[in-house]
């Protein structure tokens, strides 16, 4: 009786224990979305918000980033996009511009399930007759308690050359960061290209490489080129990555990771 009663409390003890653990991961995990919004116009060519925005609800992540963002451009009927779709999640949005567009003005956004304590915008370099694009970057404090830092970015979609002088800028930026840092975007090239691959020099991506799930287009993905990474490597665990394709929200499928930050 007495070495059942001593059974019973030590296996209560550990029961607790391993709770309070699950409790504290839970704490230092971190859901991220990366979802090419396609300037807010649905493959039904209508700007029915209320579809993208359940998309995002459904995937449930704590930071978004969100790549060719409108802020009140006549083609997007002039709605800032980035404060439409945090109204609708339920997330504070920020949008960063890259260019001046149509009446408005175009860039990144990011939405986030938390307060920003800082955010910084940085313009990437580009060549001439390219589009201009931009990295934004907030800094948040987790659940945990643990601060972070969160880059979302979209390189250009009409050559190489461009590309790698932003993978450049973006590592010469932000890898130097004192608070560890994920980056997200549509990167607008393959595993194995030049781009991905001054990319992971210095971050740790999340798809298989050996067998990595196609984000583009998402009516019958062909090719990865939405990507999600963090620095350093030693700080973050992957626990699940998902790529959710919805050909009427967007033409990207969305790619959603979440990671877990690391004592």
């Keep these: 009786m007495l070495f059942r009663t001593i059974f019973i409390f030590a296996f209560s003890i550990f029961a607790l224990a391993a709770t309070a653990q699950t409790k504290e991961q839970r704490k230092r995990t971190v859901r991220i979305l990366t979802f090419n919004i396609y300037h807010g116009e649905t493959m039904k060519g209508d700007f029915d918000l209320d579809i993208l925005a359940d998309l995002i609800k459904r995937a449930n992540p704590d930071l978004v980033a969100m790549q060719e963002v409108d802020f009140k451009t006549r083609r997007a009927k002039n709605y800032d996009l980035a404060t439409e779709l945090g109204w609708r999640t339920k997330m504070a949005p920020l949008f960063a511009r890259a260019m001046p567009f149509d009446g408005g003005e175009y860039g990144e956004a990011i939405l986030s399930r938390w307060s920003m ?14 589009e201009p694009r931009a990295a934004l970057m907030i800094t948040v ?10 880059v979302a970015t979209h390189l250009d979609h009409e050559g190489p050359e461009s590309r790698v002088i932003q993978v450049k800028k973006i590592n010469e930026e932000f890898t130097n960061n004192i608070h560890p840092t994920i980056l997200a975007g549509d990167l607008n090239d393959t595993p194995g290209s030049e781009t991905i691959n001054l990319f992971e020099k210095y971050w740790t991506t999340t798809y298989n490489k050996s067998n990595p799930e196609f984000t583009f287009p998402s009516d019958k993905p062909n090719r990865k080129i939405d990507y999600i990474m963090f620095h350093p490597a030693n700080r973050w665990k992957v626990n699940e990555t998902k790529v959710i394709c919805d050909s009427i929200a967007t033409d990207h499928c969305v790619y959603l990771v979440e990671l877990e930050l690391l004592p």
């Design 141 to 150: 404090v987790i659940d945990s308690g643990d601060t972070i830092s969160f």
């Design 117 to 130: 304590i800082n955010s910084r915008n940085v313009a990437l370099p580009y060549l001439e007759g390219k």
